[in-house]
């Protein structure tokens, strides 16, 4: 069985299927069914474009995977001034309660970030999810220590004064750090990736929207990924399997406060016309 099985009761031969294909693998000779040639299969990226993009249902994807469990129909249509509205007002929120979040929503949010776009389509990131908050806050507490040797051995460290800022804070029972957010998420993905810097980021962008749309409040972690990325037991004490990197993580967890519908004041929008 190849990659691709076409119904030809049902294909059109309208060309498709060979169109959206985006590494140019389905072919269509003459009054022929599309089909992908033995030698190009292990070429297939397996996007599902070809699939998905069949307006007569006739063509069906080979490929393991599973299909998400919301979609039994298409989707209604956002309307751009709704989409608008929800992106603008999007917050890092930095104050949590302590009410956790259910395992199962949080798997149901992450279900939704495996369509987020990687490069050819590799679905090469994978996540940690730190659930338990005083396991938070012990990562919080050991990267507080870090950052005491940080600037201990370099007083002039480009980020000492935001470093003595969260280390005085936290003498002050302060989480500066992970906000005493009741949950991090972690994203990573496989050493050598060539698009190691993209990949995750851009999952997690979705994670902050999706989130959103639950009424789930999160703030990127900057610290902590320096923390990670500098700091080898950092990355043991999170949990990172060996062959892997971290790329950023996320706090998240339910708002102690709901901003307005408002949105703030940002620069002016920027545009290059070339």
């Known amino acids: ?14 060309g498709v299927c060979v169109k959206v294909c ?3 693998i389905i072919s269509m000779k003459e009054n022929k ?26 063509l069906e994807t080979n490929f393991e995977g599973v299909y998400p469990m919301s979609m039994s129909e298409r989707a209604a249509d956002i309307k751009p001034e709704q989409l608008a509205k ?18 199962e929503l949080i798997e149901q949010m992450l279900d939704v970030i495996r369509y987020s776009p990687t490069a050819a389509n590799s679905q090469k990131v994978k996540w940690i999810v730190v659930h338990d908050a005083e396991r938070v806050h012990a990562i919080a507490e050991h990267t507080v220590e870090w950052m005491k040797t940080e600037v201990e051995k370099r007083p002039n460290h480009p980020y000492s004064l935001q470093y003595n800022g969260i280390i005085r804070r936290w003498g002050l029972g302060e989480d500066a750090v992970c906000h005493s957010a009741p949950h991090l998420l972690i994203a990573m993905i496989p050493q050598g990736s060539t698009w190691a810097k993209a990949d995750p980021v851009i999952a997690l962008s979705y994670f902050e929207l999706v989130a959103k749309g639950y009424g789930i409040a999160s703030c990127w972690n900057g610290f902590l990924k320096i923390a990670m990325e500098e700091f080898a037991p950092m990355r043991e004490e999170v949990g990172i399997p060996e062959g892997y990197m971290p790329s950023y993580a996320l706090t998240f967890g339910y708002p102690k406060q709901r901003s307005t519908m408002a949105a703030p004041k940002r620069e002016p929008l920027s545009i290059k016309w070339m």
């Open 86 to 103: 929800f992106v603008q007002t999007r917050r890092s929120i930095r104050h949590y309660r302590t009410k956790p979040v259910k395992r």
């Open 33 to 58: 069914l599309p089909m992908i040639a033995k030698d190009l299969e292990d070429k297939c990226i397996k996007c599902g474009h070809c699939e998905v993009f069949c307006l007569f249902n006739a």
């Open 1 to 14: 069985m190849g990659n691709i099985t076409v119904s030809e009761g049902d294909c059109t031969k309208c």
């Open 22 to 24: 985006p590494v140019s």
